[in-house]
């Protein structure tokens, strides 16, 4: 949709529309978690929940979820993977049955009511450290700050919670920032 019409798009930005391509961030995880030159160089066959990653992929292809940024090794391959998964709200761990390095997107693909329910009743005692944030002092406003790899400009978008800004009296805003993506509907 960002696309649809080229004739708004000087030449610069025709050329290079043609060269930039995002990429599918389960795939970037997957080659930081098997490239023998700059990743961990773990085995497909015996050290990666595939299915793990090909679910992942599919789910963030259908979601139109492409990232433009490449590893330029300034920083750890653990940063580098952990903004990967801040850009799609995942997290990757190895499974404690399999001991596989598994990748799970955080989206509201669960059952509620098959959720475990941990209270009083199933063992809990007590409720030492309760760092919940109270109504007046949670971001009921989130900007987020993209770049544009066609313009090679910055963008921030935002996103605002009527109900919560109404029920603290002020708007409580918070900025974020997500520089490998490429477009404002995504961001």
């Known amino acids: ?42 085995s497909l066959a015996n050290e990666i929940n595939e299915a ?8 963030l292809y259908d979601e139109g979820f492409g990232l433009c940024f490449r590893y330029n090794r300034q920083n750890t391959l653990d940063e580098f993977v952990q903004q990967v ?9 190895a499974d404690v049955e399999t ?3 598994t990748l799970k997107l955080i989206r509201d ?5 098959e959720l475990p329910l941990f209270d009083y009743d ?17 971001p009921n ?18 996103a605002q919670n009527l109900g919560a800004i109404q029920a603290a009296g002020r708007l409580i805003s918070k900025s974020t920032e997500y520089p490998a993506i490429p477009i404002a509907g995504l961001a």
């Open 99 to 101: 001991g596989r390095l």
């Open 141 to 158: 406003e989130i900007v987020v700050k993209w770049h544009d790899p066609v313009t090679n400009k910055d963008g921030s978008t935002s």
């Open 1 to 42: 949709a960002e696309f649809d019409n080229p004739d708004s798009f000087t030449d610069e930005q025709l050329a290079n529309l043609r060269t930039i391509h995002a990429m599918n961030p389960a795939h970037i995880l997957m080659r930081a978690a098997t490239d023998r030159d700059w990743g961990r160089g773990l």
């Open 52 to 59: 793990s990653f090909i679910a992942a992929a599919d789910t």
């Open 122 to 138: 199933s063992g809990i005692i007590d409720v030492q450290d309760d760092d919940n944030t109270t109504i007046d002092s949670a």
């Open 85 to 93: 998964l801040d850009h799609i709200g995942a997290a990757q761990y």
């Open 109 to 113: 693909d669960y059952v509620v009511s």
